[in-house]
C-alpha cells in the first residue's frame, strides 16, 4: 500500500506534488483542494467525511494503486497525520508550512514563543483560557469556534486579533481588537493570533512556546514576594496546598474569591491557568494589580462584591475563596465548578462551611495547617515561629 499525505499552501503544490497526484488512483482532500489539483479522473473522497475517508484509505491495496491525501500546510502539526496512524495507516508526508507559520509570517513576526492551541472538538473552552492567560496564542478555529466566537469570550480582557481569512486562498488578513473581531463575520478556514501586546516579542527562549510554568523560582512563593497590608496575605503553607487541590493549568480557569493581594490568583496564573480575582477593596485591588506586574501574568481583576459579580464571569474549573463569609462560600458552590478550595482563619466558620460545600454535591476532605517557620535567634542559632493556624477545606464534584 502507498499512501501519500501532501501538504497543500496556497494554490501551487510542494515540489515532487503534481507526480505524485498523477499516478494517485484515490485521492481525498477538501472540496477545495480536489477542484483544484485532480485532474486524472481518481476516484475522489472529500476529507470532511473523515471516517468515509479513513475506511477507504485503510482498505485500499497496492493492487489498487497509490492514493494521496491532500490536507492543508503541515498535515503533522494538528492535522490529519494523527487520524492515519490511528487506523494503522504509515503514510509518505510531503509538509508544506503550517497555517500558523504562514501567518506569523505575514506579519513578519517570530513565532517560537507562541502558544498554538486547537479550537476544534470541545477545544474553545480550553482555547480561550490559554488567551486569557497567555500573551501570544495562535488559535487553530473551527466553524463555531472562529474569531467571532473567540473575541466574545474575551470580555475583559484586553487583546488584539491577527485574523488571517481564507487560508490558502486569497488569504485576508486583518488586525483588529477583540470587541470589533466579535462583530464581524469571518471568512473560512482562518487562523487567529491572540495579542495581549501586538507590539511586543519575547526574548530569544529555548523552548518553543514559551517559557516552563511555573517558573524557576517555583511555588508557594514567600509572602515579602507579594505587595500586601500588614500580614494580610495567604500564607506560602495555605498557598502550596491550595494549589495541588486547584490544579492550575494551561487550559483551566481559576476564580479567586476574596483575592486581597491576589497571592493566590498570580500563583494560578504562573502556572499557566486564566484567572479572575474579585476582590471588593479597591486599594487591594492596586495591590493585585501590582503584584500581577511584578510576576509578570495576566490577571482580570474584578473590583465588586462576589454576590453582585458572580453571575457575569466567565464558567470556572476551580474556585478558591479567601474572604468573605459563610454567604460567599455557598454563593461560590452554588456555580458548580469542578474543584473548591476554601481558607478559614476562624474556627467557628469551618461547618457552615463544610456544609454550603456538602449541599451543592462536593465530596469535603480538610486539614488545619499548623506550621512552624525556622527563624534565627540572635547567638545564630536558630527556633520555631508558629504560624497561625488556617483550616482548609477542599471540594471535588463527582
Keep these: 500500500m502507498t499512501i501519500t499525505v501532501i501538504g497543500v499552501d496556497g494554490a501551487a503544490l510542494p515540489p515532487g506534488g503534481e507526480a505524485l497526484l498523477d499516478k494517485a488512483t484515490l485521492v481525498v482532500g477538501g472540496r477545495r483542494h480536489l477542484e483544484l489539483h485532480v485532474r486524472n479522473g481518481a476516484t475522489t473522497i472529500e476529507l470532511g467525511a473523515l471516517d468515509k475517508a479513513l475506511e477507504a484509505l485503510a482498505a485500499h491495496t497496492a493492487e489498487h494503486g497509490p492514493a494521496v491525501v491532500l490536507a492543508s500546510g503541515d498535515p503533522g502539526y494538528f492535522g490529519v497525520l494523527r487520524a492515519l496512524r490511528d487506523k494503522g495507516i504509515r503514510p509518505q508526508v510531503v509538509p508544506a508550512p503550517s497555517s500558523v507559520q504562514r501567518l506569523a509570517a505575514l506579519v513578519g513576526r517570530p513565532w517560537d514563543d507562541v502558544t498554538v492551541v486547537s479550537a476544534h472538538g470541545r477545544g474553545l473552552r480550553q482555547a480561550l483560557n490559554v488567551c486569557r492567560a497567555r500573551p501570544a496564542v495562535a488559535v487553530l478555529t473551527a466553524p463555531g469556534a472562529g474569531p467571532a466566537e473567540l473575541a466574545a469570550g474575551l470580555t475583559g480582557w484586553r487583546r488584539t486579533f491577527v485574523v488571517a481569512e481564507d487560508i490558502g486562498g486569497d488569504e485576508i488578513l486583518s488586525t483588529v481588537d477583540a470587541a470589533d473581531a466579535a462583530r464581524r463575520t469571518w471568512r473560512e478556514p482562518n487562523v487567529v493570533l491572540c495579542l495581549a501586546d501586538p507590539d511586543a516579542v519575547a526574548p530569544r527562549g529555548w523552548l518553543a512556546g514559551g517559557e516552563p510554568l511555573p517558573g524557576t523560582s517555583g511555588w508557594a512563593l514567600p509572602e515579602d514576594d507579594f505587595a500586601h497590608r500588614d500580614g494580610m496575605v495567604t500564607k506560602a503553607e495555605v498557598r502550596a496546598l491550595a494549589l495541588a487541590k486547584l490544579a492550575p493549568a494551561p487550559g483551566t480557569l481559576i476564580w479567586d474569591v476574596g483575592a486581597g493581594s491576589g497571592s493566590v490568583a498570580v500563583e494560578c496564573a504562573r502556572f499557566g491557568?486564566?484567572?479572575?480575582?474579585?476582590?471588593r477593596d479597591p486599594v487591594q485591588c492596586v495591590r493585585i494589580i501590582a503584584n500581577v506586574t511584578t510576576h509578570g501574568v495576566d490577571v482580570r481583576v474584578v473590583e465588586a462584591e462576589f454576590l453582585a459579580a458572580v453571575h457575569g464571569m466567565p464558567e470556572p474549573d476551580a474556585i478558591f475563596v479567601g474572604g468573605g463569609g459563610t454567604k460567599?462560600?455557598?454563593?461560590?458552590?452554588?456555580?458548580?465548578?469542578?474543584r473548591m478550595v476554601v481558607s478559614l482563619a476562624a474556627v467557628d466558620r469551618v461547618a457552615p462551611a463544610r456544609d454550603a460545600l456538602r449541599e451543592s454535591g462536593y465530596r469535603v476532605e480538610g486539614v488545619q495547617?499548623?506550621?512552624?517557620?525556622?527563624?534565627?535567634?540572635?547567638?545564630g542559632s536558630s527556633r520555631l515561629s508558629a504560624v497561625n493556624p488556617v483550616t482548609v477545606l477542599w471540594g471535588v464534584r463527582s
Excluded at 491557568?273 to 476582590?279: I, S, T
Excluded at 460567599?328 to 469542578?338: E, K, L
Aim: charged content about 15%; overall charge negative; aromatic content about 0%.
Design 273 to 279: 491557568a486564566a484567572v479572575v480575582a474579585v476582590e
Design 328 to 338: 460567599v462560600v455557598r454563593a461560590a458552590a452554588s456555580v458548580g465548578a469542578p
Design 369 to 379: 495547617l499548623s506550621a512552624s517557620r525556622l527563624a534565627d535567634l540572635p547567638d
